[in-house]
C-alpha cells in the first residue's frame, strides 16, 4: 500500500444528526515524517489518534451506535464517517471538527474532494498482528476477525449482513489498491450507503421531523428502515455501509505502516468492531518493535 498525502485542506461544511450546522476540516501536516499519524486537533492542542482513544457514544438514542474519539472533556462523534481514509493509506493529517459532531454520513462528499488535492508517495511497510476471532455470544450470532493472509494479500474487508431471516441477506467486499490508485466508483456505492434506522417505531419519528416547515430534518433519506419484507439490495447497503465501520480498525498499524489481512465481519457492530482494535492494538503494545509482514 503507498502512502497518500494531502496537497491541500479538506473542507466540508453540512448539517450534523441534530440537524445543526457544523463543519469538518482535514489538512496536511507541514513537513510530517513519513507514514506519521494522524492528529485531532481540540482548542488548538494536537492530539495524536490511537486506539486509546477510541471508544463508542452514549446516550439517549445513540448508546454505542457511533464511534468516539475521547480526550479528557472532549469527545468526538461518527469518527467512522471520515476515519475510513486512514485505510486507504492516507497520513500526516489533522482532523478538526466545529463541535463534537462532523456533518451527518459526510463520507463520499470528503473522498470527493480527497479524490483531486491527494499525491501517491511511497510504500507504506506492511503489519501484522496474531490473528484474532471474536464471538460474543448473545441473543444474535455475530463474529468478527482478522486473518493474516500474506504480504501479497494487502488489506481487504468482507461484511455479511442478516437481519429478517434466511432470504434478507446482504453482502459487501472491498480490497485496498496497493498503489494508491482507488476505485471511485466502487468506492461511492460503500460511502454513500445508507444507514439502518432503529428502533422501528422511530421511523414515524424521523418522517414528522423531516416535515416541520421551519427546520425540517434534512437526512430522512440517508436511513434505511428494515420491514422484514425488504428487497435484498436494502441489505447489500447495509453490509457496504458496514466495510465503512471496519475501515478503522487500520489504525491498529505503527506509524510508517499500514495493517495486512483481512477483516471479516457477520453482523458486527460497534462495540463488537471497538473490541476487535483493542484486542489487536492491545498485544501490540507487548512487542519491542512492530512485526512487518
Not at 480526550?71 to 486512514?86: K, Q
Not at 507504506?124 to 500474506?150: C, Q
Not at 422501528?200 to 416535515?211: D, Y
Not at 465481519?265 to 482494535?277: E, G
Request: charged content about 25%; aromatic content about 12%.
Amino acid at each position: 500500500m503507498r502512502e497518500l498525502r494531502l496537497t491541500r485542506p479538506i473542507v466540508y461544511r453540512g448539517i450534523d444528526i441534530w440537524g445543526r450546522r457544523c463543519g469538518i476540516r482535514i489538512s496536511p501536516i507541514k513537513d510530517a515524517p513519513f507514514g506519521a499519524a494522524w492528529e485531532w486537533v481540540v482548542n488548538g492542542e494536537h492530539i495524536r489518534i490511537t486506539p486509546e482513544l477510541f471508544g463508542l457514544s452514549k446516550g439517549l438514542l445513540i448508546t454505542d451506535r457511533t464511534i468516539v474519539l475521547r480526550h479528557g472533556e472532549h469527545a468526538l462523534n461518527e469518527f467512522e464517517y471520515f476515519g475510513f481514509l486512514h485505510a486507504f493509506g492516507l497520513r500526516g493529517v489533522t482532523v478538526e471538527v466545529e463541535g463534537e459532531w462532523p456533518p451527518y454520513l459526510c463520507s463520499w462528499d470528503l473522498l470527493e474532494q480527497l479524490r483531486w488535492r491527494v499525491v501517491v508517495g511511497e510504500a507504506l511497510l506492511p503489519y501484522r498482528t496474531p490473528d484474532a476471532t471474536l464471538e460474543p455470544g448473545g441473543a444474535f450470532e455475530r463474529t468478527l476477525s482478522y486473518k493474516y493472509r500474506g504480504p501479497a494479500h494487502g488489506l481487504s474487508f468482507k461484511s455479511s449482513v442478516n437481519y429478517c431471516g434466511p432470504e434478507q441477506w446482504g453482502e459487501a467486499d472491498f480490497a485496498v489498491p496497493e498503489d494508491g490508485e482507488l476505485p471511485w466508483d466502487e468506492l461511492r456505492c460503500i460511502t454513500a450507503a445508507r444507514s439502518a434506522g432503529r428502533p422501528a417505531f422511530f421511523k414515524g419519528v424521523v418522517w414528522l421531523a423531516s416535515k416541520v416547515p421551519f427546520k425540517p430534518w434534512p437526512h430522512a433519506k440517508k436511513v434505511l428502515w428494515l420491514s422484514g419484507i425488504d428487497p435484498p439490495g436494502y441489505f447489500v447497503e447495509l453490509a457496504q455501509h458496514n466495510i465503512l465501520d471496519l475501515m478503522h480498525i487500520s489504525f491498529v498499524a505503527p506509524e510508517g505502516y499500514y495493517l495486512c489481512g483481512e477483516i471479516e465481519s457477520y453482523r458486527a457492530h460497534h462495540p463488537l468492531v471497538l473490541d476487535l482494535i483493542r484486542a489487536l492494538a492491545y498485544v501490540r503494545t507487548d512487542w519491542k518493535e512492530p512485526i512487518a509482514a
